[in-house]
């Protein structure tokens, strides 16, 4: 009889530690795959922001002295430009860029978005024409601004589009110099992404934000460049036929916003 308890108690012992030890190995194969499974994405989001800040960097490290007429900080500044610039396109050749403060920068802005012929709510696609069409309108008001093309994979988080998201394999803005105050950097006009203008490192590292977005490259190119399949071509003004082909599109994409406009709002 003791015999026979005995060996009842040993089964179920051993039929205990089996399961204890069968979960706890469970659980580290769980955790390792939870490892797995988020440590490359963090790392490669942490990656891809910090070439980011650095490709930024990069360029605002090419920025020339200012020949500027006006203080940043004067009550002036807030209504013209500070002056202009030097820096250098993709192939070293020089650019000139305007120089204005923050809050200019601002005006100016807010009057490209008050536009009702550039179509900043359908982002999923035309970011060169708009482009073109907002560098175009700037030097109207004696604003000279670059292309900052990026490339690569982006997912792009955008209240904007269609489904909440947009998927770019490059993406381009206008850009200009900034004195703050404090210091001059590159700062993108992107009304199809920001409410307001942002600087360079912000612009590439919203980019980047999605843990499967990658960065490429990141340069700058004249303001006449329409598309960056076109940026060698040497232009020192805005090609008739570009600007046709750039507002041939935006017409498209706007009858695109208002059809989608009047199918979330049908009573407007």
Known sequence: MRTTARLILNS???VTLAAVFGSMRALANDQQTDLEQTTPKSVSK????EAARQKARALNSTLGDCRCKLDANT???GEKPLGRLKTKDFRGKPLELTVVN???ALKLFQQLTSRADIPFGFPEDGCYARAHEMSFQLEKKRVLTAKVFAHG???VANDKAENGGVVWGFHV???IVVDDGKERTLWVF???MFYEPVTL???LTALTEHPKSRLKSVYLTSRFTYHYQRKEKALTDYDPEDLRAARKIMRRYLDSEKSRTKKQSPDL
């Open 75 to 77: 009550r002036a500044a």
């Open 190 to 192: 992107d009304p199809s």
């Open 46 to 49: 942490s990656n891809s922001q």
């Open 102 to 104: 923050d809050e200019y």
């Open 201 to 203: 490192e912000n612009w």
């Open 153 to 155: 994979s982006f997912r």
């Open 12 to 14: 179920f012992l051993a």
């Open 173 to 175: 803005a206008p850009v």
